[in-house]
């Protein structure tokens, strides 16, 4: 059989990367339909949250160099397989273990495609534009979530089976990707070693210790806020926003994910220090401003907040991250962002499981609260000792090298 060049191949597995994270995302608009007519409990919904991020620690722990061995064609295989089988986990739903397995799948699935899927992209990316592939890696996850969560949310409302006509399009859509993954170049050549790779090789260099320690009160509330979105957006619509329709649950989810990239963007603009300051204020406002709204049950200023918080979230991350790397070797980077992706995936898993359980008790308003609390420590810390590293106040963040950034 003949496989696709270069060209086709870059295109196959650019697709094969939103759609993967597009899958991530179709879960999230039935949450509403999963609590009301098959009582799970928020306990239950945030613990989904914290089992995908646990996949997908696990994934980049110990399945992030596989396809320096397998290969990049047949680990994005994998990476699509997996996300297929959660989307047939999902397919019966009636109470907590298929959700529970399936959002584990996911995890799973999306670890792998931001190691295994963004490498194939970088392998096979045309030389011009140069600006093609960084924007495939960054922008494509955001995309994948926006596009799978509204999808999601569109078909819930208006499809005529609303409770599998979401999986069975994503399954068709994942079906494409294996039918032209398959039909792909290869852009490695195998070597042995796989069982040594799956040790987990994480590692923080002195010279980016400081900056990484500063990044933490960045990673972790920004982190977090999306963790929440995922578990609890369709509630909040529902009991907060008085809207039963899961195509605003979907917005709701969405509206904190699509302008994380725009962000990145705007960061590119400011000097790392300027980026970081302005960027975790602005998103503190936003988290605050997210309380107010909900408390008072605004849907559009809501909205308004979580776009402004989505896009602050941008910011703070990949000028957070570039100041961490940007003191590492190249050699070192992978290991570097392997600990920045499990610090962020962990704070994400943690307050979300601490938020089901809260959610038992206390209001959605006072739980997210609790995220405006963390997101003013985080703010405090940055505004405090960002600026004491003046020495690299003057590096603006060039677009090429956020890559992957923001995968929550």
Same mark, same amino acid.
């Given at each position: 059989?003949?496989?696709?060049?270069?060209?086709?191949?870059?295109?196959?597995?650019?697709?094969?990367?939103?759609?993967?994270?597009?899958?991530?995302?179709?879960?999230?608009?039935?949450?509403?339909?999963?609590?009301?007519?098959?009582?799970?409990?928020?306990?239950?919904?945030?613990?989904?949250?914290?089992?995908?991020?646990?996949?997908?620690?696990?994934?980049?722990?110990?399945?992030?160099?596989?396809?320096? %061995?397998? !290969?990049?064609?047949?680990?994005?295989?994998?990476?699509?397989?997996?996300?297929?089988?959660?989307?047939?986990?999902?397919?019966?739903?009636?109470?907590?273990?298929?959700?529970?397995?399936? #959002?584990?799948?996911?995890?799973?699935?999306?670890?792998?495609?931001?190691?295994?899927?963004?490498?194939?992209?970088?392998?096979?990316?045309?030389?011009?534009?140069?600006?093609?592939?960084?924007?495939?890696?960054?922008?494509?996850?955001?995309? !994948?979530?926006?596009?799978?969560?509204?999808?999601?949310?569109?078909?819930?409302?208006? !499809?005529?089976?609303?409770?599998?006509?979401?999986?069975?399009?994503?399954?068709?859509? @994942?079906?494409?990707?294996?039918?032209?993954?398959?039909?792909?170049?290869?852009?490695?050549?195998?070597?042995?070693?796989?069982?040594?790779?799956?040790?987990?090789?994480?590692?923080?260099?002195?010279?980016?210790?400081?900056?990484?320690?500063?990044?933490?009160?960045?990673?972790?509330?920004?982190?977090?806020?999306?963790?929440?979105?995922?578990?609890?957006?369709?509630?909040?619509?529902?009991?907060?926003? %008085?809207?039963?329709?899961?195509?605003?649950?979907?917005? *709701?989810?969405?509206?904190?994910?699509?302008?994380?990239?725009?962000?990145?963007?705007?960061?590119?603009?400011?000097?790392?220090?300027?980026?970081?300051?302005?960027?975790?204020?602005?998103?503190?406002?936003? *988290?605050?401003?997210?309380?107010?709204?909900?408390?008072?049950?605004?849907?559009?200023?809501?909205?308004?907040?979580?776009?402004?918080?989505?896009?602050?979230?941008?910011?703070?991350?990949?000028?957070?991250? %570039?100041? *961490?790397?940007?003191?590492?070797?190249?050699?070192?980077?992978?290991? *570097?962002?392997?600990?920045?992706?499990?610090?962020?995936?962990?704070?994400?898993?943690?307050?979300?499981?601490?938020? !089901?359980?809260?959610?038992?008790?206390?209001?959605?308003?006072?739980?997210?609260?609790?995220?405006?609390?963390?997101?003013?420590?985080?703010?405090?810390?940055? @505004?405090?000792?960002?600026?004491? #590293?003046? #020495?690299?106040?003057?590096?603006?963040?060039?677009?090429?090298?956020?890559?992957?950034?923001?995968?929550?």
């Amino acid at each position: 059989m003949k496989r696709f060049g270069r060209k086709g191949t870059f295109v196959a597995a650019s697709v094969s990367l939103i759609a993967t994270y597009a899958g991530s995302a179709t879960p999230i608009p039935l949450y509403g339909l999963y609590r009301t007519v098959d009582g799970l409990s928020y306990t239950e919904l945030s613990l989904s949250a914290v089992v995908y991020f646990i996949g997908a620690v696990s994934s980049l722990l110990f399945l992030g160099r596989l396809s320096n %061995h397998f !290969g990049r064609r047949s680990t994005a295989l994998l990476t699509v397989a997996l996300m297929a089988c959660a989307g047939l986990a999902f397919l019966n739903v009636h109470s907590a273990t298929p959700l529970l397995v399936g #959002r584990l799948l996911q995890g799973l699935s999306c670890g792998l495609a931001s190691t295994a899927l963004a490498a194939w992209v970088v392998d096979t990316a045309p030389k011009k534009p140069a600006w093609l592939a960084p924007a495939i890696l960054s922008c494509g996850p955001m995309t !994948g979530l926006t596009i799978g969560g509204l999808m999601s949310g569109a078909l819930v409302e208006y !499809g005529s089976d609303p409770r599998v006509m979401p999986y069975r399009v994503i399954l068709a859509v @994942l079906a494409l990707c294996m039918l032209l993954g398959g039909s792909s170049m290869e852009s490695i050549a195998r070597k042995p070693g796989a069982l040594l790779s799956l040790k987990p090789q994480l590692g923080l260099p002195s010279s980016a210790s400081g900056a990484f320690k500063i990044g933490v009160f960045a990673f972790i509330p920004t982190w977090a806020l999306g963790g929440f979105y995922q578990a609890f957006g369709p509630a909040m619509a529902m009991e907060q926003l %008085h809207s039963s329709s899961a195509l605003a649950a979907a917005l *709701v989810f969405a509206s904190t994910m699509a302008p994380s990239p725009i962000g990145a963007f705007l960061a590119g603009r400011l000097s790392v220090a300027n980026a970081q300051r302005i960027g975790m204020l602005t998103f503190t406002l936003s *988290v605050g401003a997210i309380v107010v709204t909900l408390h008072y049950g605004l849907l559009i200023p809501f909205l308004i907040a979580s776009v402004c918080a989505g896009t602050a979230q941008g910011a703070v991350l990949s000028s957070s991250i %570039h100041s *961490v790397i940007s003191r590492v070797t190249l050699e070192e980077r992978a290991n *570097v962002l392997g600990l920045i992706y499990a610090t962020s995936y962990t704070g994400a898993a943690v307050p979300t499981l601490i938020a !089901g359980r809260l959610s038992e008790s206390f209001s959605l308003v006072q739980v997210i609260a609790g995220y405006a609390v963390m997101a003013l420590i985080g703010s405090v810390v940055i @505004l405090l000792f960002a600026s004491s #590293r003046r #020495r690299h106040a003057n590096q603006t963040i060039q677009p090429s090298e956020t890559d992957l950034e923001i995968t929550s």
